[in-house]
T-cell receptor, first 113, second 113 residues
Framework: DQQVKQNSPSLSVQEGRISILNCDYT??????FLWYKKYPAEGPTFLIS?????DKNEDGRFTVFLNKSAKHLSLHIVPSQPGDSAVYFC????????????FGSGTQLTVLP | DAGITQSPRHKVTETGTPVTLRCHQT?????MYWYRQDPGHGLRLIHY???????DKGEVSDGYSVSRSKTEDFLLTLESATSSQTSVYFC????????????FGDGTRLSIL
């Protein structure tokens, strides 16, 4: 049973518009959430994170929103740029000896020029 | 970029042969992780290490073993490779078990024929 779900395998957005990527989780023990970006033939790159004590975290064009009651988080990219085209993974971790990450299956974002 | 080197980057081998993948870090981080990435599954944790000679199993550990004799090296071994272990393998490191994100290497593409 997947504890972290990204239900949209792909998303296309026009350059300059907002990209919204969504992620749902089922494990109420998760207290730290991350977004990673992955280009082909490279490893995932950390993008932004949020702790469960917050509901929003912002870093430049990237904002992550957390709705704990709905067990839902989203990543907003404004404005979207062609270089943002990549696979985006959300991940979650909870209290534990090594803070293992549980990943969603990823969303392929394509930003059209 | 975090100093993480995975070797080899690509490998093709036959069913039943032993395979060892190496992850080398220059960051002196305590935690190291091995993941595999498969279509539709995102990244799944195989094994992790929280110190020299300290390792534990992840979500998909069957058929894999690991060793960590030095802080900088984390080895993943497939004792007798099977076709179901064809995947892309990623190593990650983390500084501590707090709010530090994991940083990933560029992966090893392993094909088992």
């Amino acid at each position: 049973d997947q504890q972290v779900k990204q239900n949209s395998p792909s998303l296309s957005v026009q350059e300059g518009r907002i990209s919204i990527l969504n992620c749902d989780y089922t494990n109420s023990m998760f207290d730290y959430f991350l977004w990673y970006k992955k280009y082909p033939a490279e490893g995932p790159t950390f993008l932004i994170s949020i702790s469960s004590i917050k509901d929003k975290n912002e870093d430049g064009r990237f904002t992550v929103f957390l709705n704990k009651s709905a067990k839902h988080l989203s990543l907003h990219i404004v404005p979207s740029q062609p270089g943002d085209s990549a696979v985006y993974f959300c991940a979650a971790s909870g209290p534990g000896s090594a803070r293992q990450l549980t990943f969603g299956s990823g969303t392929q974002l394509t930003v059209l020029p | 970029d975090a100093g993480i080197t995975q070797s080899p980057r690509h490998k093709v081998t036959e069913t039943g042969t032993p395979v060892t993948l190496r992850c080398h870090q220059t960051e002196n981080h305590r935690y190291m992780y091995w993941y595999r990435q498969d279509p539709g599954h995102g990244l799944r944790l195989i094994h992790y290490s929280y110190g020299v000679k300290d390792t534990d199993k992840g979500e998909v550990s069957d058929g894999y073993s690991v060793s960590r004799s030095k802080t900088e090296d984390f080895l993943l071994t497939l004792e007798s490779a099977t076709s179901s272990q064809t995947s892309v393998y990623f190593c990650a490191i983390s500084e501590d078990r707090g709010r530090e994100p994991q940083h990933f290497g560029d992966g090893t593409r392993l094909s088992i024929l």
